[in-house]
């Protein structure tokens, strides 16, 4: 079975007994943990290329089974350290994303092996913590960014309007808009971010505060009616003071 990629063996020898070092784990040993982590790194160094299908999923049972024995801290640190590699076998990607969120976050917000399927699945079947991450992410399909605007979770919206790595929907754009009219803390990413309709602005304008007023008069180059009404008035005012004078 392991003809094509021999060096497999002793990496998955060490793997299996780094099981009994994941106890040690418990005890916050961090030799051990960082021999765990390395082990799991060297597996995971074989390019998916040179391995047939039952090595890799040998490979992601081993991984999920190491997994589940393992404590919280070591299961954070794998995850942050698998969350930036491509060649992660899918199955355990899907195990540590519906994992606790503080093992899930780092997968949710950056792994490249989960799809927007996976994704929309995680977003329907889970709460708030897991979509606030998943808001995250770079590139965000449209389907997915109207999922998760549709929550109506605040964090979850201020997120996706600081995400400046995703292109908003104008579904998106309006739901955030009005939810914006409440939470000023989504009005301000949401007024900063590039290609917001102007007329977004103005449904703003009167809902925010003196600073971002002054940013939206600034930058959409919008006019406030009851400044413009009152200049009005009191340059009527004058006129008329200055005729009944001359009179």
Do not use: C
């Not at 390395?38 to 992601?60: C, K, Q, R, T, W």
């Not at 049972?61 to 919280?72: G, K, N, P, T």
């Not at 801290?73 to 503080?102: C, G, Y």
């Not at 180059?221 to 001359?246: F, M, N, P, S």
Request: hydrophobic residues 40%.
């Amino acid at each position: 079975m392991f003809d094509k990629t021999p060096n497999l063996v002793p990496q998955l020898v060490k793997l299996h007994e780094s099981h009994r070092l994941s106890k040690l784990v418990r005890d916050n040993n961090p030799e051990s943990r960082a021999e765990v982590i390395g082990a799991v790194a060297g597996l995971l160094e074989f390019d998916g290329s040179e391995l047939s299908v039952v090595e890799e999923e040998l490979i992601a049972d081993v991984l999920i089974e190491l997994m589940r024995q393992a404590e919280r801290d070591l299961r954070q640190s794998l995850s942050a350290r698998l969350s930036t590699l491509d060649n992660v076998p899918l199955r355990l990607v899907l195990h540590m994303a519906n994992d606790e969120i503080e093992i899930a976050s780092p997968i949710l917000e950056a792994s490249q092996v989960l799809t927007d399927l996976d994704l929309l699945y995680i977003a329907k079947s889970h709460d708030a913590p897991y979509w606030r991450s998943i808001a995250k992410r770079e590139g965000l399909s449209g389907e997915l960014i109207d999922t998760l605007v549709n929550t109506g979770d605040v964090d979850t919206a201020v997120n996706l309007t600081e995400n400046d790595r995703i292109k908003l929907t104008e579904y998106a754009v309006e739901i955030l808009a009005d939810m914006a009219e409440e939470e000023e803390r989504i009005a301000k990413p949401l007024l900063m971010r590039d290609g917001i309709p102007e007329t977004v602005a103005r449904r703003l304008y009167h809902h925010v505060g003196e600073e971002l007023k002054s940013f939206v008069r600034d930058y959409y180059g919008v006019v406030d009616k009851d400044v413009l009404g009152t200049v009005d008035a009191v340059v009527a005012e004058y006129e008329t003071k200055r005729l009944h004078i001359q009179h």
